[in-house]
């Protein structure tokens, strides 16, 4: 009943069987302590020991990085608070045929809006084109930044990226190419995507700051979830690709 109530809340999505399988861990978890003290054989309690211990980390791990996560997000700046830089990076996301979606749209907008405010700056739009897409996520917020005002001239396109550790290392490459390695950059992706980004350009030496497009509640609280699972694998892959460059 339990597990039908939450898929009944957030439909067949990554939250709802994150939540399912949690707790479905936490209950195997009792139900080995249990089989182990009825048994009274020495493996079992040392496995349940064991399976116990993961169990800890996993839920202290969770509370750690969702916690983090929850503060950043309250700590992002709006784009007037921004200081003027020489560079804005708008990382991918999903198209509507050629046209941006609406999570990609509303980081473009937020890069539009800090356009405005400081229109010497250039914006690099980062992103590959996936299997089921016409076109490359970089070129349809080009179209899209053109369509509001922005200067094309202004515009550098990033179109190989498939990951948000490519959106990072290939625009990297980009600055590195122009001579502009040593520029701070604006990274402009949603609130919930934001700290991940933030962090593998961290890790790769890009100097940051960030600014968030805002994505409704329910649809984040979901993303959010999602990020604990994504933000130690996009760490782990980042710093496997800085011992490989090394």
Not at 148 to 163: C, F, L, M, R, S
Not at 212 to 233: G, L
Request: net charge positive; proline share 1%.
């Amino acid at each position: 009943m339990f597990n039908i109530f939450i898929i009944s809340l957030n439909n067949v999505n990554f939250s709802a069987i994150f939540i399912i399988s949690t707790t479905w861990i936490i209950y195997l978890n009792f139900f080995l302590r249990r089989v182990a003290k009825i048994k009274n054989k020495k493996w079992l309690s040392v496995l349940s020991k064991i399976y116990g211990f993961l169990v800890f980390i996993f839920i202290i791990s969770f509370i750690i990085i969702e916690g983090l996560l929850i503060f950043n997000i309250s700590q992002f700046k709006e784009a007037k608070d921004i200081e003027k830089m020489d560079y804005v990076l708008v990382l991918g996301a999903g198209l509507d045929g050629e046209k941006v979606g609406n999570v990609l749209k509303s980081r473009l907008d937020q890069a539009i809006k800090y356009y405005k405010l400081n229109n010497k700056t250039n914006i690099i739009v980062s992103g590959g084109q996936g299997k089921d897409e016409i076109i490359s996520e970089a070129e349809a917020m080009y179209r899209y930044l053109i369509e509001n005002g922005v200067n094309p001239n202004q515009i550098i396109k990033e179109d190989k990226a498939t990951t948000t550790l490519e959106n990072i290392k290939f625009s990297k490459e980009i600055l590195k190419n122009r001579g502009d390695e040593d520029k701070k950059v604006l990274i402009v992706t949603n609130e919930f995507h934001l700290y991940r980004a933030m962090i593998i350009g961290d890790m790769l030496g890009i100097k940051n700051e960030g600014l968030a497009s805002k994505t409704p509640i329910k649809i984040r609280v979901n993303y959010m979830i999602r990020e604990y699972t994504t933000i130690i694998i996009d760490v782990l892959r980042t710093s496997i690709y800085k011992i490989k460059s090394c």
